[in-house]
């Protein structure tokens, strides 16, 4: 009977030392559990920290979108007018090297008409048309009334009629310099 009695404390010996190692490892297994639970919980935070920033970054990149649309048509709105502004840039610059063209080719003829008229004048030079009192220096005379001739081109190819317009008046009275002096009037 002892036997059985030391037999049955052995069994039991072996059972409480089980069943305490079953205990010890519980314990571990339900803290390593509370640290898991705890850092899902602050996974799950995460997870709602990244889903706002996110949405934030959602509507950023709406809003740079919005914002990038709006930049592109005031760009090609600015665009338009810059290349209307450059076109007729252009034609004033292009109109401006043909009056000058014009002017300097005026210029040169009434220059010429000049050496002209001084290397074939009596020494007191040019005198003023009957019934037409020169003016002081630097003035310009009334404009005549009655053309002599109907207008024609010039030697050079211009119309008469527009040299007019140019100048201002009819120049087949007026002198070469007053011619000059007036076209230089009228340019400014």
Do not use: C, W, Y
Request: no cysteine; charged share 30%.
């Amino acid at each position: 009977m002892m036997s059985g009695i030391a037999l049955g404390l052995a069994i039991d010996a072996v059972l409480a030392i089980m069943l305490f190692a079953a205990i010890v490892v519980g314990l571990r297994v339900h803290r390593r559990l509370a640290e898991v639970r705890r850092a899902q919980s602050e996974l799950a935070d995460l997870v709602v920290q990244l889903d706002r920033a996110t949405e934030k970054a959602r509507n950023a990149v709406g809003e740079l979108k919005h914002a990038g649309s709006e930049a592109r048509e005031i760009l090609t709105s600015d665009m338009a007018r810059a290349r209307s502004l450059a076109d007729e840039l252009s034609l004033i610059a292009e109109a401006g090297d043909n009056l000058a063209t014009r002017l300097e080719t005026r210029l040169t003829e009434a220059g010429r008409h000049i050496r002209a008229q001084d290397k074939s004048a009596p020494s007191g030079g040019r005198r003023a048309p009957t019934g037409e009192r020169s003016a002081p220096r630097g003035e310009v005379p009334a404009r005549s009334s009655a053309r002599s001739a109907p207008p024609a081109e010039d030697d050079l190819g211009f119309d008469d009629a527009a040299d007019d317009d140019l100048f201002g008046r009819d120049d087949t009275d007026v002198s070469p310099q007053e011619a000059i002096m007036a076209a230089l009037r009228n340019v400014r």
